[in-house]
């Protein structure tokens, strides 16, 4: 690993979830693998939280979290001990500025060092912390602020929170995260495009007949009942995650890999995105809400009947939706976005569906026609398949599709970094290029929020689906109308 120059990492939400589950295990993962110096006189992580206790409790806690959250064969008591070396436990009211004192008397031994801030809070205290955070002196010229999404419930909410960011930490000094982007197989999507002359001239609609992009989850709302309900798959997984992977597939090749010759790309695959008007918000976005069923042969509730869900909520768990790109490249060639919950896998993947041969010269056994087909997982088994039509062995010239097969797994003997891993290490060392600029975000929402609108007026409920399939029906009719079919359907 390239070396980090010292750096304090603040964490608020030290306590929560997401620092248990992933941050706090990506920080053991990088300080366990790490040749250089991680004493504590480079590496400090700050947890910060509402709650008043000892630095002791606290590092309890983190430990029964990750026993939890790594594997054992990963957890070595050794490396464990030297990371919560580097920790400290600071409790403080992210909205009262008298609390902030004793986060500064902690960081004023080393005013010099990279300072992190990362906000893993409900996004109504960014504004708070930030100020608070300026008020009392702790912004440094090399701190970074790093914001967890949701960023907002629509345009107008997501300027404000910018704009209220915006007042403390300069733009280069801001980090929005998006965690797909951390994941490795969006990285080989990225080296796969521009670090081959194969795929780029039959790129477009020249070529490309539809692209898909999947992200489904076998889980529930898995005790955020609460925060799901308020905020449904569209603002959870596509205004971020999947527009992003939109992006990726989409945009054209940068000239460097640069923040901004990156992101400049991606924002213009954003502004491309076609609007959609309310009727056809009606015909092209399929919105799901699902009914109890099984996952891997258990029963699961229904939606409805998980905790902390009003009654009556209408509140959407799957979305399925067709977008289009307004320009040269991808005129006419459908994105099919998916997400959902409770779904009948996890998988998470992008496949781009090449146009088929214009004369078919060789029969194909039993049917088994299918146009070239480049799959890209991201999830559960990361990999790449490139399906290919090959000469059934034998007398006949008969033709099937077989698949080539690059299993990350097997090729690289070695753990799969997490994504906060890669993207923590990203933010200490300064790079921006896999963090969303705020005009991307602003664009982002410009199109969804038609969608929300739309549905906003529509009264009839989100379609049910049962927990444990491939969402609503309506949802194949979608991809079906055009001739087309998901991946799982053909
Ligand atoms: C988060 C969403 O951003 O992504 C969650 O808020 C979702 O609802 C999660 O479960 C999925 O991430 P991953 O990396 O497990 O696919």
């Known amino acids: 690993m390239i070396p980090l120059d010292a750096f304090d990492l603040i964490l608020f939400g030290g306590s929560g979830d997401l620092a248990m589950r992933k ?79 004793g986060l500064a008397a902690l960081l004023a031994d080393d005013p010099a060092r990279v300072r992190v801030f990362y906000l893993a809070t409900a996004p109504s205290l960014f504004a708070s912390i930030c100020e608070n955070l300026g008020a009392a002196g702790l912004v440094t010229p090399d701190s970074r602020v790093v914001l967890e999404k949701p960023l907002g419930r629509d345009l107008a909410s997501a300027r404000r929170i910018n704009e209220q960011v915006g007042a403390i930490f300069r733009e280069e000094q801001i980090y929005r995260i998006d965690h797909y982007l951390g994941k490795e197989t969006v990285q080989n999507l990225i080296a796969l495009r521009f670090g081959n002359t194969l795929f780029e001239p039959l790129w477009s609609r020249a ?52 923040p901004d010759a990156m992101r400049d790309e991606k924002l213009k695959v954003l502004r491309a995105l076609r609007p959609m008007s309310a009727e056809e918000v009606a015909t092209r976005t399929v919105r799901g809400q699902y009914r109890a069923g099984a996952i891997d042969g258990r029963p699961v509730p229904a939606y409805l009947e998980e905790a902390g869900i009003p009654a009556g909520s209408r509140s959407e768990t799957f979305v399925a939706l067709k977008a289009e790109l307004d320009n040269w490249r991808w005129a006419g060639v459908p994105f099919y976005l998916r997400t959902g919950k409770r779904m009948q896998e996890r998988l998470a993947e992008i496949v781009v ?46 033709v099937r599709p077989v698949a080539l097969n690059l299993d990350f797994a097997e090729t690289y003997d070695t753990r799969q970094w997490d994504a906060y891993e890669r993207l923590l290490m990203d933010v200490i060392r300064g790079k921006l290029t896999l963090f969303m600029r705020r005009d991307e975000l602003d664009a982002a929402w410009r199109w969804i929020e038609p969608i929300l609108d739309g549905w906003e007026q529509d009264p009839t409920p989100p379609r049910p689906y049962t927990a444990g399939t491939w969402g609503p029906a309506a949802s194949s009719a979608l991809v079906g109308r055009d001739g087309l079919a998901w991946l799982q359907d053909s």
């Open 23 to 101: 941050l706090l295990p990506a920080l053991y993962f990088r300080h366990r693998d790490s040749a250089a110096d991680t004493g504590r006189a480079r590496w400090r992580i700050v947890g910060v939280g509402r709650e008043a206790q000892t630095r002791e409790a606290y590092l309890a806690t983190v430990e029964a979290h990750a026993r939890k959250f790594i594997a054992p064969r990963d957890f070595d008591d050794t490396a464990w001990a030297a990371f919560v070396s580097c920790l400290d436990y600071v409790a403080l009211d992210a909205r009262a500025a008298a609390d902030y004192a």
């Open 353 to 398: 569906n090449f146009r088929d041969v214009p004369h078919a010269l060789f029969p194909s056994v039993s049917g088994e026609r299918a146009p070239n087909r480049l799959v890209i997982r991201l999830q559960p088994d990361e990999g790449l398949e490139l399906h290919l039509m090959a000469k059934v062995p034998g007398d006949e010239m008969r």
């Open 207 to 258: 070529c490309v007949r539809d692209v898909q992009i999947t992200l489904a989850e076998t889980v529930g709302v898995e005790g955020r009942g609460e925060f799901y309900d308020n905020t449904g798959a569209l603002r959870d997984m596509v205004q971020n995650h999947l527009l992003q992977l939109l992006c990726i597939v989409a945009m054209e090749p940068p000239s460097s890999i640069d």
